[in-house]
């Protein structure tokens, strides 16, 4: 007797499912993008230079990815309610131990080794899940999830600076570690979907399901938005570190560089929602929107330097942060599109892990053109160059997806054709000749 299925509920329980990845979102990907506050503070107390500081931080990025395959497997092999959860005791460990203030290098390793491994296993089930909840408003809803991470990062900027101030910097990360502990509830909000729901994942066998997918790398698609990946990577993070120094060298007051990121993070929030709202108003596939906000964004990085004075640089800079905003709202749900909802828990962490490539290149070879020129316009004309090349990738990747799904469509129709003579049912026919 045939099963019956249903494809994801895209909507009802959904919501609080994209309610508690908003918060997971903020209380992870922010605290991240907010660990610059205690950076001064670090340096200072333990007298180090700049560079030697800074290892907290990459090291933080560097688990974030890296941690990525280890979480989606789990994920696989759990679910995602019980990664969020231990993603958030280990996120509540690092930062109370890193409270200790025993050495740097134990900074190293609770700070960078745990907080960042707590932060991919809180991340990426968070993200797996939305997925797995929606199909038809599946844009929206990531957009609606992903956007707490700014809107989180806009609260906490300040939020942090009045801890580190009233608590001392070791007090602060006593606080912090606290209020991520509530990740653990966001975990337990994460109902897992009946077996039916999970659409072609489950006409599977189960132990199939609970399998990581390397295997994922052999698809053409899939390494082709690696490279794209990698490309965007090494762009994305060049922009916010040089556009305060930028703009200060060209001799605007100190106050206002520093405007210039909040702007940029409610520009993002806002192109995040209408990015979202757009891609489901299918009026272009995700893969070509994604290549047209890329190439934009690419362009808007090429001619900033353009902007002399602060309200051209404020102007490129909100044109930059709407456009960045559009590109976080559509690549990770594009995945679904290239290894289907089956493979998207797999490409998900090897995308993230390949991604890191391009994060650890981007900021180091913009400082260094940077050393080399004296000029800051120097980073900005290397990530431009980055995104535009990277929008390349993800055409080809569009093509190639449609080329696979215009074979699928031949192929059921010959079955079809093929089962109406022989008088068989197309699906039990399909099924016959693929064994």
Not at 214 to 238: D, N, Q, T, W
């Amino acid at each position: 007797m045939k099963s019956r299925r249903t494809g994801p509920p895209d909507g009802g329980y959904g919501w609080v499912v994209v309610a508690s990845a908003f918060f997971v979102m903020g209380l992870s990907a922010a605290v991240l993008k907010n660990f610059g506050h205690f950076f001064l503070d670090i340096q200072s107390h333990f007298g180090v230079l700049a560079s030697t500081t800074s290892w907290v931080t990459s090291a933080a990025i560097a688990m974030f990815h890296i941690g990525a395959p280890a979480a989606s497997a789990l994920t696989l092999r759990f679910s995602q309610r019980v990664v969020i959860v231990v993603g958030g005791l280990l996120c509540f460990l690092g930062m109370s131990l890193a409270s200790l203030d025993l050495s740097l290098p134990w900074l190293y390793l609770t700070m960078g080794f745990l907080e960042g491994s707590g932060i991919s296993f809180s991340w990426v089930p968070a993200m797996s899940m939305v997925n797995h909840y929606f199909a038809r408003w599946r844009p929206i809803a990531y957009a609606l999830a992903s956007s707490g991470e700014c809107v989180f990062s806009m609260i906490f900027s300040p939020v942090f600076k009045w801890l580190i101030e009233t608590y001392t910097w070791r007090g602060a990360l006593l606080i912090i570690g606290g209020l991520q502990l509530n990740l653990c509830v966001c975990g337990a909000l994460m109902r897992p979907l009946p077996a039916a729901a999970e659409d072609d994942a489950a006409a599977l066998p189960s132990g199939r399901k609970a399998v990581f997918q390397c295997s994922l790398l052999k698809k053409p698609e899939l390494l082709l938005y690696i490279l794209f990946a990698v490309f965007a990577a090494a762009g994305f993070f060049i922009p916010t570190l040089f556009l305060v120094p930028f703009a200060s060298s060209l001799g605007v007051e100190e106050y206002w560089p520093a405007f210039i990121l909040s702007v940029l993070a409610v520009a993002d929030l806002a192109g995040r929602l209408f990015c979202g709202w757009l891609a489901n108003m299918r009026l272009l596939r995700s893969l070509q929107l994604l290549a047209v906000v890329t190439t934009l964004t690419g362009m808007v990085l090429l001619l900033l330097p353009v902007g002399r004075n602060f309200w051209a640089i404020l102007g490129f800079a909100l044109l930059y942060g709407f456009l960045f905003g559009c590109m976080v709202a559509l690549h990770v749900t594009s995945i679904v599109d290239i290894v289907t909802l089956e493979g998207f828990d797999s490409g998900l962490g090897l995308f993230m892990l390949f991604r890191s490539i391009g994060g650890f290149i981007g900021p180091p070879a913009g400082g260094w053109l940077v050393d080399q020129t004296g000029d800051y316009s120097a980073a900005f004309y290397l990530s431009g160059c980055c995104l535009v090349s990277s929008a390349a990738f993800v055409v080809l990747v569009d093509c190639l997806v449609q080329r696979r799904k215009s074979a699928a469509a031949e192929d059921h129709q010959t079955l079809e054709q093929q089962a109406g003579k022989l008088g068989r049912d197309p699906e039990t026919e399909e099924l016959r000749l693929t064994g």
